[in-house]
Protein backbone atom coordinates (compact mmCIF):
# COMPACT_ATOMS: atom_id res chain seq x y z
CA UNK A 1 0.00 0.00 0.00
CA UNK A 2 2.41 2.01 0.81
CA UNK A 3 5.20 3.36 -1.77
CA UNK A 4 8.53 3.66 -0.34
CA UNK A 5 11.00 7.10 -0.64
CA UNK A 6 13.89 5.85 -2.79
CA UNK A 7 15.83 7.42 -1.34
CA UNK A 8 14.90 6.62 2.27
CA UNK A 9 16.70 7.21 4.66
CA UNK A 10 15.87 11.07 4.17
CA UNK A 11 17.50 11.63 8.12
CA UNK A 12 20.30 9.66 9.62
CA UNK A 13 22.84 10.52 12.56
CA UNK A 14 25.64 11.13 9.32
CA UNK A 15 22.99 14.20 8.63
CA UNK A 16 23.17 15.95 11.68
CA UNK A 17 25.92 18.47 12.79
CA UNK A 18 26.62 16.79 15.63
CA UNK A 19 27.23 13.03 16.79
CA UNK A 20 24.23 11.03 17.89
CA UNK A 21 23.13 7.23 18.07
CA UNK A 22 19.85 7.91 16.30
CA UNK A 23 17.87 10.30 14.51
CA UNK A 24 13.96 8.56 13.99
CA UNK A 25 10.61 8.85 15.11
CA UNK A 26 9.73 12.06 14.38
CA UNK A 27 6.45 14.54 14.73
CA UNK A 28 5.46 16.25 11.26
CA UNK A 29 3.52 19.22 10.18
CA UNK A 30 3.12 21.41 7.65
CA UNK A 31 3.89 24.92 8.94
CA UNK A 32 4.64 28.61 6.75
CA UNK A 33 4.78 26.78 3.29
CA UNK A 34 7.60 23.80 4.64
CA UNK A 35 6.87 20.47 5.99
CA UNK A 36 8.81 20.82 9.66
CA UNK A 37 9.83 17.74 11.45
CA UNK A 38 10.90 16.97 14.99
CA UNK A 39 13.04 13.57 14.57
CA UNK A 40 14.13 12.44 18.18
CA UNK A 41 17.87 12.58 18.27
CA UNK A 42 19.34 10.16 20.69
CA UNK A 43 22.40 11.03 22.08
CA UNK A 44 25.91 9.31 23.36
CA UNK A 45 24.52 9.16 26.26
CA UNK A 46 21.33 7.46 25.39
CA UNK A 47 19.27 10.57 26.16
CA UNK A 48 17.08 11.92 23.97
CA UNK A 49 15.75 15.15 22.77
CA UNK A 50 14.20 16.82 19.28
CA UNK A 51 16.04 19.05 16.24
CA UNK A 52 14.22 20.47 13.67
CA UNK A 53 14.14 19.46 9.89
CA UNK A 54 13.07 21.90 7.57
CA UNK A 55 11.57 20.82 3.73
CA UNK A 56 10.68 22.86 0.83
CA UNK A 57 8.93 19.86 -0.42
CA UNK A 58 9.45 17.10 2.33
CA UNK A 59 11.12 15.13 0.56
CA UNK A 60 14.71 16.24 0.31
CA UNK A 61 17.17 18.93 1.08
CA UNK A 62 16.58 19.10 4.99
CA UNK A 63 17.59 21.89 6.77
CA UNK A 64 18.34 20.66 10.06
CA UNK A 65 19.26 22.83 13.02
CA UNK A 66 19.16 22.84 17.03
CA UNK A 67 17.20 24.16 19.58
CA UNK A 68 17.68 24.67 23.35
CA UNK A 69 14.03 24.52 24.09
CA UNK A 70 13.60 20.80 22.48
CA UNK A 71 16.36 19.47 24.59
CA UNK A 72 15.18 17.58 27.61
CA UNK A 73 16.00 19.27 30.35
CA UNK A 74 16.94 17.56 33.66
CA UNK A 75 15.67 20.64 35.84
CA UNK A 76 11.97 19.35 35.19
CA UNK A 77 11.74 16.27 37.01
CA UNK A 78 9.84 14.48 34.34
CA UNK A 79 12.97 15.19 32.05
CA UNK A 80 15.76 13.70 33.88
CA UNK A 81 16.53 10.97 31.27
CA UNK A 82 15.41 12.71 27.94
CA UNK A 83 12.21 13.26 26.01
CA UNK A 84 11.25 11.05 22.71
CA UNK A 85 8.60 10.17 20.12
CA UNK A 86 7.13 13.81 19.38
CA UNK A 87 3.50 13.93 18.02
CA UNK A 88 2.27 17.41 16.43
CA UNK A 89 -1.22 18.73 15.63
CA UNK A 90 -2.12 22.27 14.84
CA UNK A 91 -5.56 23.32 16.81
CA UNK A 92 -7.16 25.90 14.48
CA UNK A 93 -9.28 27.21 16.86
CA UNK A 94 -6.11 27.90 19.20
CA UNK A 95 -3.86 28.77 16.08
CA UNK A 96 -0.96 26.80 17.97
CA UNK A 97 0.69 23.71 17.33
CA UNK A 98 0.84 20.91 20.06
CA UNK A 99 3.45 18.44 20.67
CA UNK A 100 2.59 15.95 23.30
CA UNK A 101 5.95 13.66 23.94
CA UNK A 102 7.42 11.10 25.96
CA UNK A 103 9.73 12.79 28.71
CA UNK A 104 11.27 10.14 31.18
CA UNK A 105 10.26 10.95 34.87
CA UNK A 106 11.53 9.06 38.09
CA UNK A 107 8.55 7.08 37.89
CA UNK A 108 8.78 5.88 34.58
CA UNK A 109 7.91 7.06 31.05
CA UNK A 110 4.59 9.69 31.41
CA UNK A 111 2.87 12.02 28.77
CA UNK A 112 4.20 15.59 28.10
CA UNK A 113 2.64 18.34 26.49
CA UNK A 114 4.13 21.63 24.69
CA UNK A 115 2.74 24.67 22.36
CA UNK A 116 4.40 26.63 19.80
CA UNK A 117 3.18 29.16 17.35
CA UNK A 118 6.27 29.46 15.42
CA UNK A 119 8.41 26.40 15.85
CA UNK A 120 11.10 28.62 17.45
CA UNK A 121 9.36 29.30 21.18
CA UNK A 122 7.82 26.54 22.73
CA UNK A 123 6.13 26.46 25.72
CA UNK A 124 5.98 23.40 28.24
CA UNK A 125 2.78 22.47 29.53
CA UNK A 126 4.81 19.52 31.72
CA UNK A 127 3.53 15.81 32.31
CA UNK A 128 -0.23 15.66 31.93
CA UNK A 129 -0.92 11.90 32.44
CA UNK A 130 0.79 9.66 35.19
CA UNK A 131 3.15 6.76 34.04
CA UNK A 132 3.35 4.66 32.83
CA UNK A 133 1.91 6.14 29.73
CA UNK A 134 3.21 6.95 25.65
CA UNK A 135 2.31 7.26 22.26
CA UNK A 136 0.40 10.32 23.04
CA UNK A 137 -1.45 12.99 20.63
CA UNK A 138 -4.13 14.88 20.71
CA UNK A 139 -6.86 15.63 18.36
CA UNK A 140 -6.66 18.90 16.28
CA UNK A 141 -10.12 19.64 17.26
CA UNK A 142 -13.07 19.22 20.32
CA UNK A 143 -15.32 17.22 20.75
CA UNK A 144 -18.51 18.96 22.45
CA UNK A 145 -15.79 21.33 23.85
CA UNK A 146 -13.27 18.43 25.25
CA UNK A 147 -9.32 18.42 24.14
CA UNK A 148 -9.47 14.27 23.32
CA UNK A 149 -6.12 12.25 23.88
CA UNK A 150 -5.05 9.53 22.53
CA UNK A 151 -2.39 7.48 24.38
CA UNK A 152 -1.20 4.08 25.70
CA UNK A 153 -0.99 3.25 29.51
CA UNK A 154 0.64 0.14 30.53
CA UNK A 155 -2.32 -1.22 33.05
CA UNK A 156 -1.66 -5.23 34.50
CA UNK A 157 1.15 -5.51 32.21
CA UNK A 158 -1.18 -4.92 28.84
CA UNK A 159 -0.43 -1.78 26.29
CA UNK A 160 -3.08 -1.02 24.43
CA UNK A 161 -4.43 2.00 22.74
CA UNK A 162 -6.71 4.19 24.98
CA UNK A 163 -8.57 7.49 24.62
CA UNK A 164 -9.31 10.06 27.30
CA UNK A 165 -11.17 13.93 27.78
CA UNK A 166 -10.09 17.24 29.04
CA UNK A 167 -11.64 20.64 29.56
CA UNK A 168 -8.53 22.06 30.18
CA UNK A 169 -5.51 19.84 28.66
CA UNK A 170 -4.09 19.24 32.32
CA UNK A 171 -7.69 16.99 33.93
CA UNK A 172 -7.90 13.51 31.85
CA UNK A 173 -10.88 11.56 32.24
CA UNK A 174 -13.85 9.51 31.01
CA UNK A 175 -10.30 7.26 29.66
CA UNK A 176 -11.24 3.32 27.70
CA UNK A 177 -9.70 1.03 25.74
CA UNK A 178 -9.74 2.32 21.89
CA UNK A 179 -7.77 -0.10 20.30
CA UNK A 180 -6.51 -3.43 21.89
CA UNK A 181 -3.83 -6.23 21.49
CA UNK A 182 -5.14 -9.26 19.29
CA UNK A 183 -3.66 -12.55 20.92
CA UNK A 184 -2.19 -14.35 18.48
CA UNK A 185 -1.99 -11.74 15.70
CA UNK A 186 0.98 -9.33 14.44
CA UNK A 187 -0.13 -6.67 16.97
CA UNK A 188 -0.23 -9.38 20.02
CA UNK A 189 2.19 -7.67 22.04
CA UNK A 190 1.61 -4.17 22.36
CA UNK A 191 -0.03 -1.27 20.29
CA UNK A 192 0.52 2.57 20.48
CA UNK A 193 -0.58 5.53 18.60
CA UNK A 194 1.78 6.21 15.32
CA UNK A 195 1.16 9.65 13.76
CA UNK A 196 -2.00 12.00 14.99
CA UNK A 197 -5.23 11.35 14.10
CA UNK A 198 -5.80 12.45 10.89
CA UNK A 199 -9.34 13.52 9.82
CA UNK A 200 -10.82 12.32 6.03
CA UNK A 201 -14.43 11.70 5.24
CA UNK A 202 -14.62 8.41 6.45
CA UNK A 203 -13.56 9.18 9.65
CA UNK A 204 -10.85 9.56 11.84
CA UNK A 205 -7.60 7.95 10.64
CA UNK A 206 -5.74 6.19 12.90
CA UNK A 207 -2.20 4.71 12.32
CA UNK A 208 -0.47 2.63 14.60
CA UNK A 209 2.35 0.50 15.57
CA UNK A 210 1.58 -3.26 16.46
CA UNK A 211 4.11 -5.86 17.96
CA UNK A 212 5.01 -9.24 18.41
CA UNK A 213 7.41 -10.75 20.22
CA UNK A 214 9.69 -13.04 17.74
CA UNK A 215 12.72 -15.34 18.77
CA UNK A 216 15.26 -12.34 17.79
CA UNK A 217 12.82 -9.84 19.81
CA UNK A 218 10.07 -7.33 19.11
CA UNK A 219 8.93 -6.43 15.98
CA UNK A 220 7.27 -3.47 15.00
CA UNK A 221 4.50 -3.40 12.22
CA UNK A 222 1.80 -0.80 11.09
CA UNK A 223 -1.96 -0.80 10.94
CA UNK A 224 -5.01 1.39 10.74
CA UNK A 225 -8.36 1.80 11.99
CA UNK A 226 -11.21 4.46 11.03
CA UNK A 227 -12.77 6.49 14.41
CA UNK A 228 -16.18 7.72 14.09
CA UNK A 229 -15.84 11.82 13.20
CA UNK A 230 -18.11 12.82 15.74
CA UNK A 231 -17.65 10.28 18.51
CA UNK A 232 -14.30 9.27 18.12
CA UNK A 233 -14.65 6.22 21.26
CA UNK A 234 -16.08 4.31 18.13
CA UNK A 235 -13.70 2.47 16.40
CA UNK A 236 -15.03 2.00 13.00
CA UNK A 237 -12.95 -0.63 10.77
CA UNK A 238 -9.46 -1.46 11.72
CA UNK A 239 -7.17 -3.65 9.19
CA UNK A 240 -6.81 -6.70 9.43
CA UNK A 241 -3.73 -6.79 8.04
CA UNK A 242 -0.33 -4.80 8.57
CA UNK A 243 0.01 -1.86 6.00
CA UNK A 244 3.42 -1.39 6.04
CA UNK A 245 6.24 -3.72 8.14
CA UNK A 246 9.84 -4.11 7.98
CA UNK A 247 11.46 -5.70 4.86
CA UNK A 248 14.39 -3.02 3.44
CA UNK A 249 17.73 -3.36 4.78
CA UNK A 250 17.21 0.11 6.54
CA UNK A 251 14.25 -1.11 8.40
CA UNK A 252 15.66 -4.54 9.16
CA UNK A 253 18.90 -3.40 10.48
CA UNK A 254 19.92 -1.05 12.98
CA UNK A 255 20.08 -0.16 16.60
CA UNK A 256 16.66 -1.50 17.32
CA UNK A 257 15.98 -4.66 14.17
CA UNK A 258 12.88 -5.22 12.29
CA UNK A 259 11.57 -1.52 13.51
CA UNK A 260 9.19 0.78 11.67
CA UNK A 261 7.73 3.18 13.77
CA UNK A 262 5.47 6.19 12.27
CA UNK A 263 4.84 9.35 14.67
CA UNK A 264 4.46 12.06 11.61
CA UNK A 265 1.74 12.57 8.64
CA UNK A 266 1.67 15.29 6.06
CA UNK A 267 -1.91 15.02 4.16
CA UNK A 268 -2.09 17.12 1.39
CA UNK A 269 -5.71 16.94 0.64
CA UNK A 270 -5.89 18.61 -3.12
CA UNK A 271 -3.88 15.33 -4.34
CA UNK A 272 -4.86 12.59 -2.22
CA UNK A 273 -1.39 11.88 -1.35
CA UNK A 274 -0.71 11.00 2.69
CA UNK A 275 2.98 11.13 3.24
CA UNK A 276 4.29 8.92 6.33
CA UNK A 277 7.57 9.67 8.16
CA UNK A 278 8.83 6.96 10.59
CA UNK A 279 11.57 6.08 12.49
CA UNK A 280 13.13 2.89 10.94
CA UNK A 281 15.18 0.23 13.46
CA UNK A 282 15.57 3.62 15.96
CA UNK A 283 18.23 4.79 13.64
CA UNK A 284 16.97 7.04 11.21
CA UNK A 285 14.03 8.79 9.72
CA UNK A 286 12.05 7.49 6.36
CA UNK A 287 9.51 8.47 4.35
CA UNK A 288 6.60 6.19 2.83
CA UNK A 289 3.45 7.99 0.52
CA UNK A 290 0.39 6.33 -0.26
CA UNK A 291 -3.17 7.65 -2.02
CA UNK A 292 -5.24 8.74 0.82
CA UNK A 293 -8.31 7.29 -0.87
CA UNK A 294 -6.89 3.42 -1.87
CA UNK A 295 -5.98 3.39 1.70
CA UNK A 296 -9.56 4.70 3.01
CA UNK A 297 -11.10 2.12 0.23
CA UNK A 298 -8.73 -0.87 1.79
CA UNK A 299 -10.09 -0.07 4.98
CA UNK A 300 -13.91 0.48 4.13
CA UNK A 301 -13.88 -3.00 2.61
CA UNK A 302 -12.19 -4.74 5.00
C1 LIG B 1 9.08 1.83 21.71
C2 LIG B 1 9.52 3.26 21.86
C3 LIG B 1 10.02 3.80 20.54
C4 LIG B 1 10.97 2.86 19.85
C5 LIG B 1 10.38 1.47 19.78
C6 LIG B 1 11.29 0.45 19.14
O1 LIG B 1 8.78 1.29 22.97
O2 LIG B 1 10.52 3.33 22.81
O3 LIG B 1 10.66 5.02 20.77
O4 LIG B 1 11.22 3.31 18.55
O5 LIG B 1 10.06 1.04 21.10
O6 LIG B 1 12.48 0.30 19.84
Known sequence: MFKRYEKNPIISPKDL?????????????????????LPRVEDLKGFSHFCIAKSENGYDNWEITRNKALEYNSEFDEERWGIEDPRVVYMEDEKKYFISYV???KGGPVVSLMSTEDFSRFKRHGAILPPED?????????????????HRPIVRGEAHIWISFSPDLRYWGD????IHTRPGWWDSHHVGLGTPPIKTEEGWLIIYHGARITASGALYRVGAALLDLEDPRIVRKRSDEW???????????????????PTGAVFDKENDKLLLYYGATDYSVCLAE????????YLLKG
Open 17 to 37: PYKASGVFNPGAVRFDGKVIL
Open 290 to 297: TKMSELLE
Open 103 to 105: SFS
Open 175 to 178: SRVL
Open 243 to 261: ILGPEKQYEMVGISDAVVF
Open 134 to 150: KDASLFPERFNGLYALI
